[in-house]
């Protein structure tokens, strides 16, 4: 079966998706030790995209959600697959969007009873005073749909409205867009790989994200940490708060309406109560660093081949269900179940 991993160069990303070259060159060496034939495309235009569906590949691996054009909308490559009737791995458009923002998902998320920390919208100089702010301190301070710990810091955490106007104005100039304003959780973190098997059922892999102490006493998952990867991904003991953090995990992806695979951010205050973070549906695929197939080992023990399968398990069925009768059997149509 031929297999195109599609792919744009990431500096005019906000959002890395697999994340860079050698990542996405590890899932295609991946998929070719799982018995496939494949390419990685480096697409910037329509046209580059037009020559993959010339190709017809049986399935695309969208390793990014969209392409950026000057001038123009971004190409969803969700969408325009959907449209050439090439069938494509992970979440259709309108779900990716819950991806790329983070206070949509949270509004819809919230509006199905799925629990998510208190914010607002904020932009310079909209408040006065503390007493106007929605939310009370502390408050943490972070981009609308930046990703990988881009714009947090120590200085993300704030107590007083001098702290947070400095922030705010600080995002607002670096990002160009308005900042998203969260009520302070001061519990742990947490992530849950999902992957979806030929028959529907979801594999949760949950982990704890233990970031480094700084040097004013927190444990912040910003850039720097995510760059040095001094962060420690760990398994859960503790069984009955595993089970709560993989249920909202599991309740937050099929609520969003996501297909295939996901990573969903969960937190928890210091009384252990769980709250939806962020959802990120076309995950790191780094071997060896990325979240999502380090929760896979960790909570599983599966190795990185065993993730790609599991990637592509979803893809792959939607392949052989649309064949003729004739072309499901052989070696050009190898399938392997999740499990």
């Known amino acids: 079966m031929y297999i195109e991993l599609i792919t744009t160069p990431n500096d005019a990303l906000k959002e890395s998706g697999f994340g860079s070259l050698t990542a996405c060159n590890s899932v295609l ?94 932009i310079p100089e909209q408040y006065s005073s503390k007493s106007e702010l929605p939310v009370a ?33 600080s995002l607002y100039s670096e990002f160009n867009q308005p900042v998203l304003v969260e009520e302070y959780l001061d519990g742990r973190e947490y992530t849950v790989a999902i992957n979806v098997k030929e028959d529907g059922e979801l594999i949760a892999s949950p982990v704890e994200i233990i970031p480094p102490t700084s040097t ?68 790191g695929m780094t071997q060896g660093t990325s979240y999502f197939p380090h929760a896979c080992n960790i909570a599983h023990d599966f190795s990185y081949d065993k993730v790609i399968e599991l990637l592509l398990t979803g893809g792959l069925a939607r392949v052989i269900s649309t064949l003729p009768p004739n072309r499901c059997s052989g070696s050009d149509n190898k399938f392997v179940t999740a499990l």
């Not at 496939?36 to 990014?64: N, W």
């Not at 040095?228 to 909202?248: A, C, G, P, T, Y």
């Not at 609520?255 to 549906?281: S, V, Y």
């Open 216 to 283: 004013n006493g927190l444990r912040i998952l910003g850039a720097q940490t995510k760059k040095d990867d001094s962060e420690k991904l760990v398994r859960i003991d503790d069984s009955e708060l595993k089970n709560r953090i993989i249920k909202l995990a599991i309740d937050t992806f099929n609520t969003l309406g996501a297909r295939d695979f996901g990573r969903i951010d969960i937190i928890t205050n210091e009384a252990g109560k769980c709250f939806f973070m962020e959802a990120n549906l076309v995950p």
């Open 29 to 122: 060496n991946s998929i070719r030790r799982l018995g496939y034939s494949g390419k990685l495309c480096l697409c910037r235009t329509k046209e580059d995209l037009d020559e993959v569906v010339k190709r017809k590949p049986k399935l695309v691996i969208l390793a990014v959600k969209y392409i950026p054009v000057k001038n123009e909308e971004n190409i969803w490559l969700s969408e325009y697959f959907a449209q050439h009737g090439i069938n494509f791995t992970g979440s259709s458009k309108e779900v990716l969007k819950f991806d790329s923002n983070k206070v949509l998902a949270k509004a819809h998320l919230a509006n199905k009873g799925i629990k998510t920390a208190d914010y607002f919208i904020a």
């Open 137 to 169: 301190f502390p408050l943490f301070l972070k981009p609308l749909d930046a990703a990988n710990g881009n714009g947090i810091d120590d200085l993300s955490y704030v107590t007083n409205f001098n702290d947070y106007k400095s922030k705010v104005a």
